[in-house]
């Protein structure tokens, strides 16, 4: 219903024949076979066959520009600091994931490789990324507590990686399905993960995670809990099991939490001025090594440790198809979230710099990085905000700061590594908990998050509180369903509004919003600002009825009564509304209205019920007199209107059939159409 201010209104005599004749295109489209024979057949011309392998592989474009001068030095620098970075969380993620020290090495060496070369982002850091850890721990705890947990000259810590490389093939299986999104253009799944969804699920992951550490930073020898409500029962193990707290664990956790989290802070608070943030996870884990080998703290205090951490690389295996029937549901909820924070941190961090960022690009890379490595050992992964963030603040400027990163924990893999033998478990533990502060300052943005919107509030604290009190997998599913849920609501009751006219422009707005606005004599304007569809078509009844202060049932009722008897009259209204057919605030009939303008410009879509209640509405206010007139109507609306019969009744007044094209194409004046 709107136009500019300086567009002239033209009259329907005005307007040529061949513009009001103005006949659409039939719609074309392909079949879901003949979409993907188009797309074979476009990638297997000799000339796009060069360029595809481009879009696979993104680095074929980027290193040939490369420039050494302007960008090597920045790459270096910033891949020698993830790379430090990375070896302790390796060996604490390791851990979370219940795995060997090594694996967690393993797989940050080789997804930044795969990264490097596939990705379209120039700041995300993929490899072991908290939540995933925890998600595949829990699956591996599951296994190893099964019966059939073990398999013919295997011990634990063999079954454990082979659960976890059985599971990461599984998720790069199902994202290589995502792969074949990607091929398709369908990159657009991410969008089902909202914000809020996944703020509240890494908050209430993070609380899952901090809660499994506690019994590394007291030396307690609790079992890992698993399944519904373990994140309670972990904090009723731990309760009871306090008073055999080891003192020595204690002690070095509360020093080490004492040294890191400050420094940590001023890293943050001075990250402007300084070229590089200070080192200290790596530096405390060094001195903790020295001083728990030197004082023995393993033999003299019970205090757990690393242990063995071997060197080298072992031979590449094949995973074990008897798990996938058992690891198919767990596979499920960490390729999803594995995909969407990859996503996430591409995009942010490609706005920022001012580059453009390929979701489909990101879906076939984080896929390679998860399918490729599970035959090396490897657990499941994706970008981790903590190293990204890293990554990005020094200087970062392509993905060969992900090679030089590889190259520094190749060196752990080959010499470093057996080192770490005396590195205490509690230290590892301290580690992890202090990179999860970034999920757990997000309940400082929930108010401010209720006053912008409290739906998008309510669905962070049902998703963290279930990803915390339940599981990470179902407090993930009630989040999507929640806000779907949500979506639904906002579109069962929206707005809805009579429109007035701006002084003398053919501009029209809400009533209620704004002052000084006139209306057309004799004439409503009503505005349904949402597709119009079955979960809110008696909504649509309802508020029409009540806006326009017109009901065609209550004025039947009035004049099948009495006139004169007024009693009898409000007596029918009554009944009729205790009935349920009419509106609680539907008004007495107003004899002043002759014509109903229905602005159709904020629906996108009306599917077969709400299109019978237009026929309806249509139907009841023609019997009354009023002429119901449709505004603003987008094509795909105008074709199903069409299809559903609407224009032949609607053409039943001869004098307004020009004008009601006019207001189908959102052409002409309201004031001219409703003279």
């Known amino acids: 219903m709107e136009d500019t201010s300086n567009k002239a209104t033209l009259r329907p005599q005005?307007?040529?024949?061949?513009?009001?004749?103005?006949?659409?295109?039939?719609?074309?489209?392909?079949?879901?076979?003949?979409?993907?024979?188009?797309?074979a057949r476009a990638a297997c011309t000799p000339g796009s066959l060069s360029s595809s392998l481009r879009r696979l592989l993104p680095v074929l474009d980027w290193l040939p520009q490369y420039s050494p001068r302007t960008q090597l030095l920045g790459d270096v620098i910033s891949g020698l600091l993830v790379g430090i970075v990375a070896?302790?969380?390796?060996?604490?993620?390791?851990?979370?994931?219940?795995?060997?020290?090594?694996?967690?090495?393993?797989?940050?060496?080789?997804?930044?490789?795969?990264?490097?070369?596939?990705a379209t982002s120039r700041h995300a850091s993929v490899g072991s990324f908290g939540v995933l850890c925890l998600m595949v721990g829990q699956s591996v705890t599951r296994h190893l507590h099964s019966p059939s947990n073990g398999t013919e000259g295997c011990d634990r810590s063999c079954y454990a990686i082979t659960v976890a490389l059985s599971l990461?093939?599984?998720?790069?299986?199902?994202?290589?399905?995502?792969?074949?999104?990607?091929?398709?253009?369908?990159?657009?799944?991410?969008?089902?993960?909202?914000?809020?969804?996944?703020?509240?699920?890494?908050?209430?992951?993070?609380?899952?995670?901090?809660?499994?550490?506690?019994?590394?930073?007291?030396?307690?020898?609790?079992?890992?809990?698993?399944?519904?409500?373990?994140?309670?029962?972990?904090?009723?193990?731990?309760?009871?099991?306090?008073?055999?707290?080891?003192?020595?664990?204690?002690?070095?956790?509360?020093v080490a939490l004492a040294v890191i989290v400050p420094v940590k802070e001023l890293n943050e608070r001075y990250k402007a001025r300084m070229k590089a943030p200070f080192p200290i996870e790596l530096l405390v884990v060094i001195v903790a090594t020295v001083i728990s080998h030197y004082f023995d703290f393993e033999r003299r205090y019970h205090s757990a440790v690393c242990g063995d951490i071997p060197t080298g690389f072992r031979t590449p295996t094949v995973p074990d198809t008897s798990l996938f029937p058992s690891l198919a549901l767990d596979a499920v909820?960490?390729?999803?979230?594995?995909?969407?924070?990859?996503?996430?941190?591409?995009?942010?961090?490609?706005?920022?710099?001012?580059?453009?960022?390929?979701?489909?690009?990101?879906?076939?890379?984080?896929?390679?990085?998860?399918?490729?490595?599970?035959?090396?050992?490897?657990?499941?992964?994706?970008?981790?905000?903590?190293?990204?963030?890293?990554?990005?603040?020094?200087?970062?400027?392509?993905?060969?700061?992900?090679?030089?990163?590889?190259?520094?924990?190749?060196?752990?893999?080959?010499?470093?590594?057996?080192?770490?033998?005396?590195?205490?478990?509690?230290?590892?533990?301290?580690?992890?908990?202090v990179n999860l502060r970034g999920g757990l300052r997000k309940f400082r943005d929930t108010p401010a998050m209720w006053r912008l919107s409290r739906l998008d509030a309510v669905v962070w604290w049902v998703t963290m509180l279930c990803s915390t009190l339940v599981t990470t997998e179902i407090g993930l599913l009630v989040g999507v369903c929640f806000a779907l849920l949500c979506v639904i609501l906002r579109t069962q009751r929206?707005?809805?509004?009579?429109?007035?006219?701006?002084?003398?422009?053919?501009?029209?707005?809400?009533?209620?919003?704004?002052?000084?606005?006139?209306?057309?004599?004799?004439?409503?304007?009503?505005?349904?600002?949402?597709?119009?569809?079955?979960?809110?078509?008696?909504?649509?009844?309802?508020?029409?009825?009540?806006?326009?202060?017109?009901?065609?049932?209550?004025?039947?009722?009035?004049?099948?009564?009495?006139?004169?008897?007024?009693?009898?009259?409000?007596?029918?209204?009554?009944?009729?509304?205790?009935?349920?057919?009419?509106?609680?605030?539907?008004?007495?009939?107003?004899?002043?209205?002759?014509?109903?303008?229905?602005?159709?410009?904020?629906?996108?879509?009306?599917?077969?019920?709400?299109?019978?209640?237009?026929?309806?509405?249509?139907?009841?206010y023609q019997e009354l007199g009023v002429q119901v007139l449709l505004a603003n109507c987008n094509p795909s609306i105008r074709q199903r209107l069409r299809e559903g019969g609407w224009a032949a009744s609607s053409h039943s007044h001869p004098q307004k059939k020009s004008c009601w094209r006019e207001l189908w194409l959102g052409n002409a004046g309201t004031r001219d159409c409703c003279k």
């Open 168 to 254: 990461s093939f599984l998720v790069g299986l199902y994202q290589v399905q995502i792969i074949l999104l990607g091929v398709l253009q369908m990159g657009f799944v991410a969008v089902y993960l909202s914000e809020p969804l996944l703020s509240g699920f890494v908050t209430g992951s993070s609380l899952t995670i901090i809660t499994s550490q506690m019994k590394y930073l007291l030396g307690l020898k609790t079992p890992r809990r698993d399944g519904v409500g373990s994140f309670v029962l972990t904090w009723v193990d731990i309760f009871s099991s306090i008073h055999n707290t080891n003192i020595c664990d204690l002690l070095t956790s509360l």
């Open 87 to 118: 070896i302790p969380q390796s060996i604490s993620y390791s851990l979370l994931a219940n795995q060997d020290p090594i694996y967690g090495i393993y797989t940050n060496f080789f997804c930044n490789i795969i990264y490097a070369a596939a």
């Open 333 to 433: 909820p960490i390729a999803v979230i594995g995909f969407a924070m990859t996503v996430s941190l591409a995009e942010i961090f490609g706005k920022k710099h001012g580059y453009a960022v390929s979701a489909n690009q990101e879906m076939i890379a984080i896929g390679l990085c998860n399918l490729i490595p599970s035959f090396f050992y490897c657990f499941a992964s994706s970008a981790a905000l903590t190293k990204t963030l890293l990554k990005e603040s020094t200087g970062s400027q392509t993905q060969l700061s992900g090679l030089v990163t590889s190259l520094v924990l190749l060196l752990v893999l080959l010499w470093i590594a057996p080192l770490f033998y005396s590195l205490q478990t509690s230290i590892l533990g301290v580690v992890t908990i």
């Open 14 to 39: 005005e307007i040529p024949d061949t513009f009001i004749s103005l006949e659409e295109h039939e719609p074309t489209g392909f079949s879901s076979k003949e979409f993907i024979l188009e797309k």
């Open 494 to 620: 929206p707005r809805a509004t009579l429109l007035g006219r701006v002084s003398h422009r053919e501009v029209y707005e809400d009533q209620a919003a704004y002052k000084q606005l006139s209306s057309v004599a004799n004439v409503k304007i009503f505005r349904f600002e949402c597709s119009l569809y079955y979960a809110n078509k008696d909504y649509f009844k309802a508020v029409l009825y009540q806006k326009t202060g017109l009901n065609p049932v209550l004025h039947r009722t009035h004049t099948s009564t009495d006139r004169g008897s007024r009693g009898a009259g409000f007596g029918c209204l009554k009944q009729a509304r205790r009935a349920g057919k009419v509106p609680e605030g539907a008004c007495a009939p107003s004899p002043d209205m002759h014509t109903l303008i229905l602005d159709c410009g904020a629906m996108q879509f009306i599917d077969t019920a709400g299109l019978s209640v237009l026929k309806e509405t249509h139907h009841d």
